[in-house]
């Protein structure tokens, strides 16, 4: 498996303290609440808010599938034991709403192949191009309700570059690939707009700076300007995409040089993608208003160890640090924040303080900060994943800190809404038929998945699966329904974004539990009893 390849912004010798930062009080903003999901059509901003086309509140809380940068120029997982539906289906039932995309300039190459996709698995994707793949996982994912942001990870599946362009890579390709993909998803809402570069950073050492600046006014080097500039000729293309601008590492564009003694060209430095301290000096000015979200990245001791993580205050130090760098554009009513990334293995226990503060200063419920958690994938070097290597186990220790803190899909997507029949219920045996699959097991658990089908002439509206789990077993944790338990007896609801099984249709209800393995019997489906 391919390792993440994340590195810290810029690592300087000498920390500026940032303890008393003073914050602004927030203006106040009127508009709608949403009780869940990424709301109807196009989204748009208004001071801090993110809003839909009817201009009610929108909170993005979504996940990164990553994969497209690599070599394999595709998603990650491809290869495991799960359908690319199965993985999306149980983001979903997580509560995540949102996919944020990364993708490398090759992988838009006419001659791009994907690789790493399991023909067993996947026979479905079996020689697509990778913008091939890329629509059928758009296109399920507007119907889950899910909504999709596309980030510009690299220039090359090679790695990152500190500007958003290379001498391989121009920035005018920059530019026109990302003309290409507004127009080839135009009409489409489910993809709602372009991070156009992942974390711009410092390179070379002051005053000989070399890396991306901001608001340093060089055309070169200026992140912000370029960020002007790709952002309008994608609004020329696609006035309705947002257009999310990450930060970048030290606004000087270069790494401080303590040893030269002169103070003058020290500077204070975040994370890569992380620092939008200037962005309220010098704002991006796009030519259509209300389409500007800022995407700060933001990571734990797991990926460096930060000086602030060994603060004697730690972690009531955090909430400043966070102004300074790019909370203050939410607090001041600025712009909108959607955190692009943030993550961590959570091996030290540092890091769970970090990110359970972290969770809490984006705020609770839908006028909360929006984001985008780093990573599903499990074979992040540095981070980890939500799944496990088995892409389906799910990091109860993660998945538990962010939880209070996702709004899941409710529907939604680009097309008109499927029509359903009857509900089928009843029925007696034959009315559906079930199997089950042993994944995995350990000393005092398991994992496997129940799959259903309904074989009865009409759709079963909403469905409802139960069955018997032997010996005691308990769920741990399940996906592609709702999952509650009672003694042995085990029920399974349809998620409000599936709530259909067509006639014909199948479901597959995979668990985690606690217990001795065995195989589910008693299974029903509707209240008619399934054969095996």
């Keep these: 498996m391919k390792r993440r390849h994340r590195v810290l912004g810029a690592v300087v010798a000498a920390v500026v303290a940032m303890s008393g930062v003073v914050v602004l009080g927030s203006a106040g903003h009127s508009s709608a609440v949403a009780a869940g999901g990424t709301g109807t059509g196009y989204l748009h901003t208004s001071g801090n808010k993110i809003l839909d086309s009817t201009n009610t509140t929108v909170r993005l809380t979504g996940i990164n599938w990553f994969g497209m940068e690599t070599d394999n120029k595709t998603f990650h997982g491809l290869w495991s034991s799960r359908t690319w539906r199965q993985q999306l289906d149980q983001m979903a039932q997580l509560g995540y709403n949102t996919l944020r995309v990364p993708f490398s300039n090759d992988a838009l190459k006419p001659d791009a192949k994907a690789t790493g996709v399991n023909d067993y698995t996947n026979p ?130 270069g790494l401080s040089n303590v040893w030269d003694g002169d103070p003058s060209n020290d500077e204070d430095c975040g994370w890569w993608g992380g620092n939008l301290s200037k962005a309220g000096q010098f704002p991006v000015r796009l030519s259509v208003p209300n389409r500007l979200v800022y995407s700060p990245h933001e990571y734990a001791t797991s990926v460096y160890n930060q000086p602030w993580f060994s603060a004697p205050d730690y972690p009531a130090n955090m909430p400043a640090i966070w102004d300074k760098y790019w909370g203050y554009l939410h607090r001041q009513n600025i712009a909108p924040l959607m955190m692009g990334e943030f993550g961590t293995t959570l091996a030290n226990p540092v890091d769970k303080v970090w990110l359970e503060n972290l969770m809490a200063y984006t705020g609770t419920g839908v006028n909360g900060i929006s984001f985008t958690y780093w990573s599903w994938n499990p074979n992040s070097g540095d981070t980890g994943g939500i799944v496990g290597d088995d892409w389906t186990t799910v990091n109860q220790a993660k998945q538990s800190i962010l939880q209070p803190y996702l709004i899941p899909p409710t529907g939604g997507g680009p097309g008109p809404t499927t029509t359903t029949t009857t509900t089928t219920s009843g029925g007696g045996a034959g009315a559906c038929r079930s199997s089950w699959k042993l994944d995995n097991s350990w000393q005092g658990g398991f994992q496997g998945a129940l799959t259903v089908t309904n074989t009865a002439t009409s759709a079963a509206t909403p469905w409802k699966v139960v069955f018997t789990l032997p010996g005691g077993a308990t769920v741990a944790s399940g996906w592609n329904g709702t999952f509650t338990q009672s003694g042995s007896t085990v029920t399974v609801t349809a998620p409000t974004y599936s709530p259909s099984l067509g006639a014909g249709a199948a479901v597959s209800l995979g668990f985690t539990a606690n217990g001795a393995a065995g195989t589910p019997s008693s299974v029903t489906l509707n209240q008619a009893t399934c054969t095996s």
């Excluded at 994707?125 to 889950?144: F, M, N, R, T, W």
């Excluded at 990152?160 to 920059?174: C, D, I, K, N, R």
């Design 124 to 253: 479905d994707l079996v020689g697509l191009s990778p913008l091939q793949i890329l629509d059928k996982v758009i296109g399920y994912a507007g119907e889950k309700g899910m909504r999709v942001i596309l980030d510009r990870h690299r220039p090359t599946s090679a790695g990152q570059s500190a500007l958003w362009y290379t001498a391989g890579v121009p920035e005018s390709t920059w530019i026109n690939d990302w003309k290409t993909l507004a127009q080839r998803y135009a009409g489409n809402t489910t993809v709602i707009g372009a991070d156009l570069h992942n974390e711009p950073h410092a390179e070379g050492t002051n005053p000989a700076a070399t890396g991306s600046c901001w608001g340093c006014g060089d055309t070169a080097r200026d992140w912000r300007l370029a960020a002007e500039r790709a952002g309008n000729a994608i609004l020329g293309v696609q006035p309705n995409w947002l257009i999310f601008v990450e930060g970048v590492s030290c606004p000087s564009g």
